[in-house]
């Protein structure tokens, strides 16, 4: 009898624990998108702590310190999100555009060109890398 309640008792509160790693994320997604990013960078640092592998708290991150003008600390987590998410759609954009701002054009080129493989939802940006490829291309020819 006590055997089974100390494993029932674990059982309870291993569910409890999970429950609130999620609510970080979301509570902290809540906060960014009430622009309280000094409360919402704590929580999604928080919920890396209990899920080291959840690549949307990297992207979060990763956008607070764009906002912040820390580049790179917001690099070094857009890299982390696409190291845990290879197909993440707005990191990888986020990457062009940062290669772009370096006006490292090669590396952009070749990030675009993942890009195109694996758009599903921003393939609309596309043609605004290329028309800005082509506008650093005038640009450097002239």
């Given amino acids: 009898m006590k055997y089974l309640f100390l494993t029932l008792s674990f059982f309870f509160f291993s569910v409890i624990a999970k429950a609130d790693k999620n609510n970080f994320f979301i509570e902290a997604k809540n906060l960014f998108e009430m622009e309280k990013y000094e ?10 702590v209990y899920n080291p592998k959840d690549a949307s708290s990297y992207l979060y ?3 607070i310190f764009k906002i912040e003008e820390d580049r790179r600390q917001e690099e070094k987590n857009i890299k982390t999100t696409l190291l845990l998410d290879p197909k993440n759609e707005e990191a990888m954009y986020i990457l062009i555009d940062i290669e772009l701002e370096r006006s490292n054009f090669s590396k952009a080129g070749e990030l675009s060109k993942d890009f195109k493989k694996i758009c599903v939802k921003m393939c609309e940006n596309i043609t605004i890398i290329d028309s800005r490829l082509k506008d650093f291309e005038k640009n450097d020819a002239s």
């Fill in 61 to 63: 991150l990763a956008k």
């Fill in 39 to 48: 409360e919402s960078k704590f929580l999604f640092q928080r919920n890396i």
